[in-house]
T-cell receptor, first 112, second 108 residues
Framework: DSGVTQTPKHLITATGQRVTLRCSPR?????VYWYQQSLDQGLQFLIQ???????AKGNILERFSAQQFPDLHSELNLSSLELGDSALYFC???????????FGPGTRLTVL | GIQVEQSPPDLILQEGANSTLRCNFS?????LQWFHQNPWGQLINLFY???GTKQNGRLSATTVATERYSLLYISSSQTTDSGVYFC??????????FGAGTRLFVKA
């Protein structure tokens, strides 16, 4: 157990809908990262936050947004969902930006 | 942006055999990690190794930052070693780039 928690574990929804994925980092970690893992794209970095502020942005679609709250938990919002958004979404955390990352168990999103 | 290449893409071993997985990266990095993704999808930390050599049981890793590569050694492989091994790097700008992975299957 890495100490990073993600909810829900599984999510099934329909095209056009909006969902929110939640992540709680390890105790003491200030940085949170979001990743998408799909069969054809591998593990893709989406976005990183450090102590509430956006630090780095990767291949995140405009339909996706994220936020890190004062208690350091983070949420990833996915809207106008498409079939191709079906994937495993991971959250990771680290003490500071660029230090060792620890991954949560992931949320498996299925868009029907 | 920085490119990360892993080789080989697939590897089949007999239980007890040794193997070496390679990760090449195209630019200087601040951080390099090795992960094992098990068949249940969990990403497990193996090594945080921006440079130098580390060992943990049957696994060891070496990163030669000046030559832009890292190696993961697995000795006396076991069936539980099966899964996908990923290398991930962080360069300037804090973006994390994962390689495509090496898929390992260890036969009993």
């Amino acid at each position: 157990d890495s100490g990073v928690t993600q909810t829900p574990k599984h999510l099934i929804t329909a095209t056009g809908q909006r969902v929110t994925l939640r992540c709680s980092p390890r105790s003491g970690d200030l940085s949170v990262y979001w990743y998408q893992q799909s069969l054809d794209q591998g593990l893709q970095f989406l976005i990183q936050y450090y102590n509430g502020e956006e630090r780095a942005k990767g291949n995140i679609l405009e339909r996706f947004s994220a936020q890190q709250f004062p208690d350091l938990h983070s949420e990833l919002n996915l809207s106008s969902l498409e079939l191709g958004d079906s994937a495993l979404y991971f959250c990771a955390s680290s003490v500071v930006s660029g230090s060792e990352q620890f991954f949560g168990p992931g949320t498996r999103l299925t868009v029907l | 942006g920085i490119q990360v290449e892993q080789s080989p893409p697939d590897l089949i071993l007999q239980e007890g055999a040794n193997s070496t997985l390679r990760c090449n990266f195209s630019d200087s990095v601040n951080n390099l990690q090795w992960f094992h993704q098990n068949p249940w999808g969990q990403l497990i930390n193996l090594f945080y190794i921006p440079s130098g050599t580390k060992q943990n049981g049957r696994l060891s890793a070496t990163t030669v930052a000046t030559e832009r590569y890292s190696l993961l050694y697995i000795s006396s492989s076991q069936t539980t070693d099966s899964g996908v091994y990923f290398c991930a790097v962080v360069a300037g700008g804090f973006k994390t780039i994962f390689g495509a992975g090496t898929r390992l299957f260890v036969k009993a």
